[in-house]
Every structure is written in C-alpha cells, then in structure tokens.
C-alpha cells in the first residue's frame, strides 16, 4: 500500500491554483466532472478507445476566454487503449505535472487491479484508497467483515445450498459481462440446483464460480442507496452528511415485474430467469422518520472504518440498502466511494445536499467543494490517499 506520507509529498508539490480534478470516464464521471466546474476546477477524463465520445464530444467543455464555463463539463481527456494504462509511468507523470487529483470511481477497480491501484498508482486519491479493496466479496476483510465489526445489519449468509429454507439472493458474477452480475433467487435447494442448471446451459453463471458465491436471505421491500458524505476537515458543523438517495434500474429485472404474471409464465425458458444488469438510476427520499436511522448506519460504518481501516472513510460513501416490513434497514452492499447513482443529482442538486448547503450540491461538486475548502485552510493531504 502506497504510504500517506508519499502522496502528501506529491500533493505539496502541487500547484494550488492550478488543480486539476480527474476521473475514469465511466461509472459516475459526469458528477465529479459537472461538480468539478461549478466549483471553478478544470478537469479531466480519463478515457479508454473506443467509448470516448461521451466525453470527448457530447460532454466537451466550451469556456470563455476568462474560463467561465458556457456547456460542457469535460476540458481534457487522456486517451488510452486500456484504461489499466493509466498505471504506465509516463502517464501518471503527466497527471502529476497537472496537478490532478483523482477521484475513485467503481470503474478504476473493475478495470485495474486492486493491487495495482493500492501499490503501483503514484497519484494523490481523493478518498480512502485502502478501502477499496473491500469492495471484492469473499475477501477477509471486505465489507460483510466491516459491517459485522460495525454491529451493522446485513442479511444473513447461507453457507450451504442444501439449507435453503426460504427466499435467498444468490451473488456471483455473470459469466459473459465480467462487470455485471449473475445474480439470482431460489426458495428450496431444488429451485437453486433448477436455476442454477439453466443458467449455466445459458451461459450467464459458471460451474466454477457457483461454489464460490454468496447466498444471503433475501430482504423483502424497497431499495435506498445512501450517498453519504463524511469531511475529515469539517470543524464547526456535522463532519456527516447525507446528500442524496437513488435506487436501481435493473435489467432485464424491471422489465419482467412490468409484465403481467401470466405474460411471466409463458415466457421461453431463455427468458425466464431475470437478470440484474445495473442500466441507471433514479431519485428517491426517505419518510423523515428514518433519516436518523439512516444517520446512525453512517455513524457505525464510519468509525468501524476509522479503527479497522485507519484513516477511514474520506468524502462520499454508498450504503446500499432494503427496508423490510417493519421499517428496519438492512445494508446489502456498500461503495466506499463515490456511489454509482449519484449522475441523478448531478447539476440539479438533491433535496438532502440542497438543503444542507443552500445550493445546488451533488455528489461531484461536494467533493469539488472539499477540494477547495482543503487548499483554503492549507489541508488537502488530509483527504488523499
């Protein structure tokens, strides 16, 4: 793991008039982007062949000769074949002579090494690069272990498929998009062997993986993933923040529950089993009755974090979850990181941040506005990792 005190001496040699916020273009880039330029930062994307024309042209940033932005929210791009190229030194030299930041996004540990993220990328992260490791299910320390450390609820693993005893959600990766899911549910040992069977004649799980993954209860009710924001450098106010609430758009998932049941039964076998290909996302609120639930989940995680994955959590984090029947929260995953929905309150703000702040805040410009807070009081190492 690349020591604090090395990155602090990257940050020092920064420009602080010239700081540069920076993402890997895909996930929730537009945010940290949009963010970025409402706060007055230039900012980059760093983009892989082939899928650039989102940012390099639909997103593009046209400013004034002052540098007032007038569209757009994407000034430079750095184009590689591979994103995974952006650990070759040549580029991250070019990062660090334009003093940008990086802030973490789902898609740098998809397509790098986590390894490589935590060992071999020599540029400041806006965040807890530490933590991202947590995110790979299975792993010794990942984020059950924190939630259970936390005393947080999650629901309870089965450990062994023949216990089945009712509904359960079974985690694995799909087999043909590496990126995705190949989740699915089962009531009985018979439905899992059934469901299983067919998906792996479909090609969407594998043998190899099956045994390998994760079987939990299934929680009944709806989903709220709660984008939180925890400033290490807030002095006056709550360092926690809740800034804005989303939930899934699932494929083909969505598409089968807007079926009528008997449609559902006459479907081919190859349609039949959903899938859940994360495709968007949309805004969602809390009865305020929960919101101090919600805040007391923050809480817990947060310093878990600090006493097990010390310094923490730094700036935004995601605490996916379900609320049952009783209004009882349940967390299901957890993105300690900038979330994968926050592009819905992007430039219009949420009702949680906006509130809070008196101003259009999204995901991305809050971090933007911790950047700029930091350089103010001559503290931006403290929120790099």
């Known amino acids: 793991m690349l020591g604090r005190k090395e990155i602090s001496g990257i940050v020092e040699a920064y420009d602080s008039k010239k700081i540069r916020i920076g993402t890997v273009a895909s996930h929730s880039a537009l945010d940290v982007f949009d963010g970025a330029v409402e706060e007055g930062f230039r900012t980059l994307a760093v983009c892989q062949r082939g899928r650039e024309a ?11 000769e002052k540098g007032r932005a007038l569209r757009g929210s994407v000034d430079d791009l750095m184009l590689l074949d591979r994103f995974a190229q952006i650990l070759d030194e040549k580029n991250q030299q070019a990062l660090r002579r334009t003093n940008t930041l990086l802030v973490p996004n789902r898609a ?18 806006l965040g807890s690069r530490n933590l991202l490791a947590s995110e790979e299910r299975g792993e010794g320390r990942d984020y059950y272990w924190i939630l259970q450390k936390a005393g947080l609820p ?42 299983s069977d067919q998906l792996i004649a479909q090609n969407v799980i594998t043998p190899e993986d099956l045994p390998n993954a994760r079987i939990e209860r299934y929680i009944i009710g709806p ?70 639930k919600a805040f007391v989940l923050a809480e817990k995680f947060v310093k878990a974090t600090q006493e097990h994955y010390a310094p923490g959590i730094i700036g935004p984090f995601c605490l996916q979850t379900c609320v049952d029947k009783d209004l009882d929260f349940w967390i299901y995953d957890v993105a300690p990181r900038t979330g994968g929905g926050t592009n819905i309150h992007m430039w219009v703000g949420h009702p949680y941040g906006n509130a809070l702040w008196r101003r259009p805040m999204s995901t991305g410009r809050r971090w933007a506005l911790e950047v700029k807070r930091a350089i103010k009081a001559d503290r931006l190492d403290e929120i790099v990792t």
């Not at 989102?54 to 004034?64: A, G, L, P, S």
């Not at 081919?268 to 949309?282: A, I, K």
């Open 108 to 125: 740098l540990t998809s397509y790098l090494p986590v390894q490589d993220v935590e060992e071999r990328l020599r540029l400041p992260l």
């Open 154 to 195: 999650f629901p309870e693993r089965v450990e062994d498929p023949k216990s089945i005893d009712r509904l359960v959600i079974v985690k694995l990766h799909h087999a043909q998009k590496k990126l995705e899911r190949g989740f699915f549910t089962a009531a009985s040992y018979d439905e899992y062997r059934k469901k």
């Open 54 to 64: 989102t940012y390099e042209r639909y997103f593009r940033c046209q400013r004034k």
């Open 223 to 292: 989903v709220f993933n709660l984008d939180f924001f925890y400033s290490p450098i807030e002095d006056r106010m709550e360092k926690m923040e809740l800034l804005g609430i989303d939930w899934r758009f699932e494929s083909s998932l969505d598409g089968h529950v807007r079926l009528p049941a008997a449609q559902q039964l006459s479907l081919q076998e190859n349609q039949f089993w959903p899938e859940y290909t994360v495709c968007g996302h949309n805004a969602a609120t809390l009865r305020e009755s929960l919101l101090e």
